[in-house]
């Protein structure tokens, strides 16, 4: 592993400001504190700063040499609504916001790498560093993007990291192709005709229609998608009646549906519309759906994914990069951006939880866990891997 010497010397700086950010968690769209540290930060670096794409978003950009050639480094900047059960000194200051996914300290590590960049300028080109809000459900990215984004700011390629506990300190995982799942939610709304629970022959029952749908869906995933590709349909809301003594008029259902291609969401869209209208046809009911495209899955461009592993494994060795690591069902807003751009998103690793401090709480050191910390000890990771990354693709 060959560090920065003084991207580790300076590490003080950034992982002051991840605490920082810890204890004063914004949620999607509201990043008002944060984006306005890392614009004064990024200025106090030297680093020009342009404000407002996406409402919080901050870009800062750093020049060197003549090409026109230039590489986006992106780090995301809000927290989750949840209850922290942390009590160390830099735990959320505010109930039911918490930083749980790290990404206080992706904006650190993205930090400590521009701090060098900026002061060294080593590569010919431009660094576009994206500093996006609302990574966790609101799609900021592609707020970005519809603003202008990579109209005003070129970016030949796009990257991304982000903490993966479990995976190692010093590790990182990354392959071509998907690495997370696209995310879509639906809604099935059954009418029925409600009535007396003591006369059911006077009523179109919606509870048992809308039963008979959640058995139906289950046969989506296992008798109709191809096999080979990964699918997940989970069913998690089921609302109905408010009385014994009532057959309500209907049911609602939802849930979510990931998988890691369009054409796959495409047949399950489309299968939870006939399974579901014509089940609840066949007990004399309707149903109308709902089905949201929440997030695209996140596919990395195989030239760029390798390039990313290559550096990784060059700076940090070969038994550090997992390069065809297993991908996960959860979705990530950086999609958008590798919908536009060529590039990848890559893991790393947050180790196991022992870098917590005391007081920390009794859950594992896991993403959306109420015990989660960032591990400071990857600012001069990240830190190093974006500098090495930024100057390899920049070469003069
Ligand atoms: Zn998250
Ligand atoms: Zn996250």
């Not at 959320?92 to 060294?120: E, I, P, Q, V, Y």
């Not at 990215?141 to 603003?147: F, G, N, T």
């Not at 369009?262 to 609840?280: F, G, K």
Request: hydrophobic share 40%.
């Amino acid at each position: 592993m060959r560090l920065i010497e003084n991207v580790v010397r300076s590490a003080a700086g950034p992982r002051a400001i991840r605490r920082d950010i810890h204890a004063h968690p914004e949620l999607r769209f509201e990043e008002h504190r944060t984006s306005d540290l890392v614009a004064a930060t990024l200025q106090g670096y030297g680093i020009p700063v342009h404000r407002g794409l996406g409402g919080t978003g901050v870009v800062g950009i750093i020049r060197s040499g003549s090409s026109k050639r230039a590489i986006g480094l992106r780090a995301d900047m809000d927290a989750l609504p949840m209850q922290e059960v942390n009590t160390f000194a830099h735990r959320s200051r505010f109930d039911g916001r918490m930083h749980a996914c790290g990404h206080d300290g992706h904006t650190a590590m993205l930090l400590a790498a521009a701090h060098h960049l900026a002061a060294n300028r080593s590569f010919d080109g431009s660094v576009v560093l994206i500093f996006q809000p609302a990574e966790e459900g609101g799609a900021g990215a592609r707020k970005m993007i519809e603003e202008g984004l990579f109209d005003r700011f070129a970016c030949d390629a796009v990257f991304a990291l982000h903490n993966w506990p479990g995976l190692p300190v010093g590790h990182f995982g990354v392959r071509p192709g998907p690495i997370m799942a696209s995310t879509n939610e639906f809604q099935i709304r059954v009418d029925g005709l409600g009535g007396h629970a003591a006369m059911p022959h006077l009523t179109v029952d919606p509870v048992l229609a809308a039963a008979q749908v959640v058995q139906g869906l289950q046969s989506v995933v296992t008798r109709e998608r191809r096999p080979i590709d990964a699918a997940v349909l989970s069913l998690t809301m089921f609302h109905a009646g408010s009385a014994s003594n009532v057959i309500p008029d209907s049911a609602t259902l939802g849930g979510t549906v990931r998988t890691f291609d369009d054409a796959v969401t495409d047949l399950i869209e489309q299968r939870i519309r006939r399974v579901s209208q014509l089940t609840a046809q066949a007990h004399g009911a309707s149903a109308d759906v709902t089905f949201q495209r929440v997030y695209p899955p996140t596919v990395n461009h195989p030239q760029e994914a390798e390039f990313a592993a290559q550096l990784a494994q060059d700076v940090f060795g070969a038994n550090h990069v997992v390069r065809n690591v297993e991908p996960t069902m959860a979705a990530e807003d950086f999609a958008f951006m590798l919908r536009e751009r060529p590039g990848a998103y890559l893991f790393i690793g947050n180790g196991d939880g022992d870098h917590r401090d005391a007081g920390h709480g009794a859950g594992p050191c896991n993403l959306h866990n109420a015990a989660y910390d960032f591990n400071d000890d990857l600012i001069p990771i990240g830190g190093t891997f974006w500098v090495r990354l930024a100057e390899r693709f920049l070469a003069p």
